[in-house]
């Protein structure tokens, strides 16, 4: 069993950047395939983006292409995701998730095929 950690979330005006981590315990962070989701007020959870368990693959949903992007450090246990261009939109509750048992070059994209999840961080992007 893992425990993710989010941080880095806060209150950016539009057109700014951030860049969100998330720490893993354990000593297997490398067989977990990583993802980021968010879910904005009234809205269902969404798939931002994900990264293979070597940090080769990554996906990304359409919406943020582009603009955000997700990299991994298996000696940290750390998966980050850099938000640049932020819109009011991109305001949400981002949630890390990782989930064991996949191939070297799988990306989650689903959130009901993802088996942990952190708490989340609150990123809010003002016009």
């Known amino acids: 069993q893992v425990q993710l950690v989010e941080s880095g979330g806060g209150l950016v005006q539009a057109e700014g950047s951030l860049r969100l981590s998330c720490v893993a315990s354990g000593r297997t962070f490398s067989t977990y395939a990583m993802a980021w989701f968010r879910q904005a007020p009234g809205k269902e959870r969404e798939f931002v983006g994900a990264?293979?368990?070597?940090?080769?693959?990554?996906s990304y949903a359409d919406s943020v292409k582009g603009r955000f992007s997700i990299s991994r450090d298996n000696a940290k246990n750390t998966v980050y995701l850099q938000m640049n261009s932020l819109k009011p939109e991109d305001t949400a509750v981002y949630y890390c998730?990782?989930?064991?048992?996949?191939?070297?070059?799988?990306?989650?994209?689903?959130?009901?095929?993802?088996?942990?999840w952190g708490t989340g961080t609150l990123v809010t992007v003002s016009s």
């Open positions: 990264i293979s368990r070597r940090g080769i693959d990554t």
């Open positions: 998730a990782a989930v064991q048992g996949v191939s070297y070059v799988y990306t989650p994209r689903t959130s009901g095929g993802m088996a942990y």
